[in-house]
């Protein structure tokens, strides 16, 4: 009784109406899988073993249960797996099973690109939705023109139906680079056909999907010979113009000699001869323009002037509308031209501070790096950039001595530059744009005349030819170029010491040109793109300082908008791109 009495007199007094959580170790259920992993190795309390060929893995039934619907079936259903010792398991590698039995005691994987279309498979098969959604993430942060079909062939097979989806997307989005790979070159024309006939495809001109179909084509043209009608059924002729109807697709031989195509030139020639209030009641699969949807953008704009030449990439993501960070350029570079092939952005030309330069540098979006290219033939700075088929067009600009009129284009699968034919007159500070499979050189600064220009020329890849076109309304040199719904704006520029904020126009169709709403700021030298509709101008200078601003153009309602964020460094003479948000 003395010992009971002494006890209960040692008990802590305790405070009554306040009622306590249960406690909870954070790391109890960490720790208890460490020790099961433990055991597993040394083939502690294991009640089964998996065995796929040579490779035996010892394990726990209940382990395996809770975290596999696949395990979990096999153990507490009726099948003779449920009381065997040893199963052996189908249609598995033993690198994955290891790796994926290592997943389930350890929550830990690292997937690979030499292990992802091993480990994606195996994690369907045994049921382990979170490794074949990591494995879906890692696939869809490798997409690139080069890959994207076979990953969205492998998404398609193994129902990873998010992946698939996006790969879908990608291969629309890019489907101007994706036609220059292998994987495109090898599908078979039934695919081809789904691919083509797709409304979301995103392609600059109507001509870029003739061109790659003949491209298809002429890779085994014994065998796909009698597929020609078959593609071009969903190649939209009505829409291209009829300058390329008549010199490419109605000399193309294997149009030719095939009576239905002929049908499909005669509908698309008809087509350009109805009036336009007939054209909108005149309905065909190839007169309904294509409406693609767009993967998350951001804006580059590299290196430029602020005042002197710099190596700073800034990018601006329309969706957060925020500036941030890349990695640098190589070395100083301003009044260079930019373009976008492939998913690379490429820095053609430019002044480093002391030269001009007709060196080339790539970034890769998704290394957030950059290497060097072969260089131009010509030292070009405040040189016209543009692509057209696939190629990068370099266009004017001035050598340090004198301003040029040559060109040039780089072709990125021989890794080649060679010279076109020269245009009219030499022009430096030209904006470049493509429009119906010709590329314009708008204005600029004719050098040998010391005069700012209005005059504007195109030029035709299948003639290697440059023609004049109709005189902008005012000279301007350094004014930026942009394209919307076929229509080429020349934005800005100046005339001498006349900085203007005037923006026009020009119609090939009508081969006019005719003024719309100007800016909000005179701007030359400014960078100028298109995306989602919308014409945007970013930086430049106004005559005295450079510009961080930039603003936005809506053609449907014919207003210019300031944007409230700023560039972080104002600069003029920079390059500017438009690519796909990286999934990084």
């Given amino acids: 009784m003395v010992l009971q009495s002494i006890a209960m007199e040692a008990r802590p007094k305790m405070l009554g109406g306040r009622e306590r959580p249960a406690y909870k170790h954070p790391q109890h259920s960490c720790k208890a899988f460490e020790t099961l992993n433990m055991m597993r190795k040394h083939n502690l309390l294991c009640d089964v073993t998996l065995v796929v060929d040579d490779t035996e893995i010892p394990a726990h039934r209940a382990v395996l249960s809770a975290c596999s619907q696949y395990f979990y079936a096999m153990f ?5 797996e449920a009381k065997a010792d040893r199963i052996t398991l189908q249609e598995i590698e033993s690198n994955a099973l290891v790796q994926l039995i290592d997943f389930v005691y350890t929550s830990e994987i690292r997937v690979t690109e030499d292990n992802v279309q091993m480990l994606l498979p195996a994690a369907n098969l045994l049921q382990l939705t979170e490794v074949r959604d990591a494995c879906c993430d890692f696939l869809q942060s490798q997409l690139h023109p080069s ?17 698939l989806s996006y790969s879908q997307t990608y291969t629309e989005q890019h489907f101007s680079e994706v036609v220059h790979y292998d994987e495109f070159l090898s599908l078979p024309a039934l695919h081809v056909c789904k691919l083509i006939s797709s409304d979301r495809l995103t392609v600059t001109s109507e001509e870029q999907v003739f061109e790659a179909v003949i491209t298809w084509l002429q890779h085994d043209l014994p065998n796909r010979g009698e597929n020609v009608a078959q593609l071009v059924e969903h190649v939209r002729l009505p829409l291209m113009p009829q300058e390329y109807l008549v010199q490419r697709v109605e000399a193309e031989p294997l149009i030719k000699e095939n009576s239905n195509c002929k049908d499909y030139l005669i509908e698309a020639m008809k087509y350009h001869l109805l009036k336009p209030e007939q054209k909108m009641v005149y309905k065909t699969p190839r007169t309904n323009p294509r409406t693609p949807i767009g993967l998350p953008k951001v804006m580059l704009v590299i290196g430029g002037q602020a005042p002197k030449a710099i190596r700073s990439v800034e990018c601006y993501d329309f969706k ?14 301003c009044r260079c031209g930019v ?4 998913s690379m952005v490429y820095a053609v030309g430019g002044f480093n ?5 007709r060196t080339v540098d790539m970034y890769d979006p998704l290394k957030d790096s950059w290497t060097n290219c072969p260089s131009m033939e010509a030292r070009r700075s405040t040189l016209g950039v543009a692509v057209l088929n696939g190629l990068i067009y370099a266009v004017g600009g001035f050598d340090g001595s004198s301003g040029l009129d040559s060109a040039e284009y780089f072709d990125i699968k021989n890794g080649e530059w ?18 119906g499979g010709l590329l314009y050189a708008v204005g600029g600064y004719d050098g040998a005349s010391r005069q700012c220009l209005s005059s504007v020329e195109c030029y035709n890849p299948v003639t290697d030819m440059w023609t004049p076109v109709a005189e902008m309304t005012c000279r301007r040199s350094g004014a930026g170029v942009g394209v919307i719904d076929g229509l080429l704006y020349a934005v800005g520029g100046h005339d001498g010491p006349l900085v203007r904020k005037s923006v026009e126009l020009y119609n090939p169709e009508t081969n006019c040109w005719s003024q719309v709403a100007e800016m909000h700021l005179c701007r030359r030298n400014a960078g100028v793109l298109s995306n989602g509709g919308l014409l945007y101008v970013v930086g430049g200078d106004d005559g005295s ?16 908008n300031m944007l409230p964020s700023s560039m972080m460094t104002g600069r003029s003479y920079a390059g500017v791109a438009v690519i796909d ?3 990084l």
């Fill in 353 to 357: 501070g002391s030269l001009r330069v």
């Fill in 339 to 342: 373009a976008m092939v492939n």
């Fill in 418 to 435: 060679r010279m076109i034919a020269s245009m009219s007159t030499r022009r430096s500070s030209v904006g470049v744009g493509v429009v």
């Fill in 76 to 80: 507490t259903g009726e099948m003779t």
């Fill in 147 to 163: 890959n994207c079909l076979g990953i969205r062939a492998f998404a398609d097979l193994h129902a990873c139906t998010e992946l």
């Fill in 581 to 583: 948000k990286p999934m």
């Fill in 320 to 333: 957060e509308e925020k500036w941030y960070q890349l990695a640098e350029m190589p070395s100083r570079r």
């Fill in 545 to 560: 300082s450079n510009l961080g601003s930039f603003e936005c153009y809506d053609p449907k309602s014919n207003v210019w």
